[in-house]
C-alpha cells in the first residue's frame, strides 16, 4: 500500500529545529523525499503503525503537524509528476 | 504466499553501498547518488567494483536481503551469507538425503523431466504460436524426440544415465534453438552452447539471465531453509551453489530462455548492444545491461498461476515456490517433489 506522509514542522526555536531533523531522518527510512516535507513510501499496515508511533514520539502536538495519506495500491494513476527532481517508481527495477 | 519485493541493481562500476538508519545510501566521488528504504527490498546484485560496507551487508543479512556480487562483465563474484540459521533439521535431512543415492536419483529425476517437459512446451509455444516462421516439421520432431526422453528418464536407473539422457536431450533443444530467433537473425544465432566467455550475442544474453536465475533460486533456497550449496545431481564442490543448480534445470527454459527470445524478437535489444573483445568474447554494454534488467524485473512481476499450488502468483516467486516445496518433500510432508510444469 503506498502512503504520503506529510509534515510542518515549526522551526522558530531551536527545538524545532532538531525535531524537523530527526521528522526527516524517520521519513527517509520508510520511504523517498520527493519534496521537503513529502514522503512516498510503501508500507505494509505493521510498517505504517510503526512509522506513525516514531513519529509521534518526536513532533510536539502542539506546534507540529503530520498527515497520513493513504494512496492505495494502484500508485501509478494516481501521482504524476511535472518538472525538476526525479523520482524513483517503486515498481519499477531500481537501477543505479 | 510472500510478498515481492523490488532487487536493486547496482550497474555502475564506481561506487560505494552504505547504510544510514534503514536505507541503503549509493554514493559516487562521495556524493549521494541514490538511497532506498531497506524495508522495499529483497536483494542487491551489486555489478561494482567497490562494494558495500560491513554495516550494511549485516543490515542485509538480519532481514534476509541477498546482496550478490558480480564483476561488472556480469560474472559471479560472491555472495555474502549470514550466521546460519532457520531450521537445523530441515537442513541436516537434507545432507542425509543427499547422501543417498536413490533418494538423490528420485529427486533429480524430478528436476530432469521438469527441465525436459519445459523445454518441449517453450518448442510446442513457437510451433504453435508462429507456425509459418519456424521449420514447424523440423521442430516437431525435435519436440517429439523430447517426449520419447521423458519416457526414457522415468525408467532411468542411475544418475549417470540420468545425466546421459539429459545431455541428450539438451542438444536436440539448443538444435532447434536458433529457429526460434525470429527477427534481427544476421546479428542473433545459436549455434550451440558456449561460455566462459560467450563467444556470440544470444550465448552472452544466455548466460547473464543464467546468472541472474541462479543467484535469484539461491536466495529463495536459503530463504525456506535448505542449503544451497548442498545439491542432489550436482556434485557438491567448494563454492557452487549445487542445490541452485539443481533447481534452475526446470526454470531455464520458461525464465531465462524465454526472456532471452523475446528481448530478441521484440527487439528490445539491437546488435550495438554488444561489445566484441579481441579473445572473441562477447559482452553486453552498460546501457544494454540497464534494458535488460529493467525487461527482466518486468518480467518477473507478470502473473502466473502455479500448475500445483494453484494459486496465482508473480514469476518472480516461482523459483520461491518450488524452494518451498522441495522443502516439504525433505521433511517428508510429500511423497515426491513436483517440478513446475509450464503451461
Known sequence: MYILITYDINVTSTSGQSRLRRVAKICENYGQRVQNSVFECRLNEAELLKVKKQLLEVINMDMDSLRFYRLGDNYD????????????KFDD???V | ??????????TKPEVYMGLQGETIVVREDNKTIARY???NLEGIVCFSNLGASPALMEKCVQNNISICFLTPTGRFRARVIGETRGNVLLRKKQYRVSDMEERCLDISRNFIIGK???EKWQLERYIRQYSLRVPVEEMKLASGRLSKYLTEITESENLDQLRGYEGMAQTVYFGSFDPMILNQKSDFFFHGRNKRPPEDRVNSLLSFAYTLLTNDIATALETVGLDPYVGFMH??????ASLASDLIEELRAPIADRFVLSLINRKQLKSNDFEINENHSVYITDSARRTF???????KQEQITHPYLNEKIPWGLVPYAQALLLARYIRGDVDQ???FFWK
Open chain 2, 337 to 339: 517433489y513436483p517440478p
Open chain 1, 93 to 95: 527495477a531500481f537501477i
Open chain 2, 37 to 39: 528504504p531497506l524495508h
Open chain 2, 293 to 299: 534488467i529493467n525487461a527482466w524485473q518486468k518480467n
Open chain 2, 116 to 118: 525436459i517437459y519445459n
Open chain 2, 1 to 10: 504466499m510472500r510478498q515481492m519485493l523490488n532487487v536493486l541493481f547496482v
Open chain 1, 77 to 88: 494513476k494516481k501521482v504524476q509528476h511535472m518538472g525538476a527532481k526525479k523520482t524513483y
Open chain 2, 235 to 240: 556434485q557438491d564442490r567448494p563454492g557452487r
